[in-house]
């Protein structure tokens, strides 16, 4: 018999089958685990129509909340089209409430949201105003949009949420010295916004971008 535990739940990373995502939730679901399977709405164009489709965000994951244990651990390994729950050394690795909170509150705010190359770990915004708010994340530019981009450090993967110009502030004690360091390592496939340090006298939060002239380039 297994014995007695007090390890709260945590959410781990669910690897599947290729477009087994949906079906693998359903029947961890059914087995009485909690799952969450983030969906992005897409359009599918066809030569003779379009139609919107909700379509996992990360094709061949999602999460489930558990204890970990052993038996828990087998009652998801043995459903069919699961690959493996990620680890490392034979020891789960729980994903933090806090990426599972963002996901949802950005998939679930109405605004367009896209996949994003993954990029490098660090915090420099938060969002002040609007459906998002409390949000944190990385700021990237692309195609002429303004985005927060929301990491999943265990799986590596990545989605982007628009925003407003307006609905951002700075975060940190050393957000241009923090900017250009990461700025070395950043992907190619977007570009980070920079930002202005406050000047003396002015609280971290009353910083702003500059309020004239184009967006940096």
Not at 18 to 33: H, I, M, N, S
Not at 100 to 113: F, K, Q
Request: glycine residues 8%; positive net charge; contains cysteine.
């Amino acid at each position: 018999m297994e014995p007695l535990t007090t390890t709260r739940p945590h959410w781990f990373a669910v690897q599947t089958r290729y477009r087994c995502e949906q079906r693998v939730a359903a029947d961890l679901t059914a087995k009485g685990l909690e799952t969450y399977l983030p969906l992005l709405r897409e359009v599918h164009r066809w030569k003779d129509r379009s139609k919107a489709l909700d379509v996992p965000a990360f094709g061949g994951y999602l999460f489930v909340r558990l204890e970990e244990t052993q038996r828990n651990r087998v009652r998801v390994l043995e459903t069919g089209g699961v690959i493996r729950v990620l680890g490392a050394h034979n020891s789960l690795e729980p994903v933090p409430d806090s990426e599972i909170d963002a996901l949802r509150l950005s998939l679930g705010s109405g605004s367009p949201c896209t996949r994003h190359p993954y990029l490098p770990a660090g915090t420099l915004l938060r969002i002040a105003h609007g459906p998002l708010r409390g949000l944190e994340g990385r700021l990237v530019r692309t195609a002429n949009a303004l985005r927060v981009v929301i990491c999943v450090a265990s799986i590596g993967q990545a989605i982007a949420v628009e925003v407003s110009r307006e609905d951002v502030i700075p975060i940190g004690e050393n957000e241009a010295a923090l900017v250009e360091r990461l700025r070395r390592a950043e992907s190619r496939a977007c570009e980070l916004i920079d930002m202005r340090v406050g000047r003396p006298g002015i609280g971290r939060d009353d910083r702003q971008f500059p309020s004239t002239g184009p967006l940096p380039m």
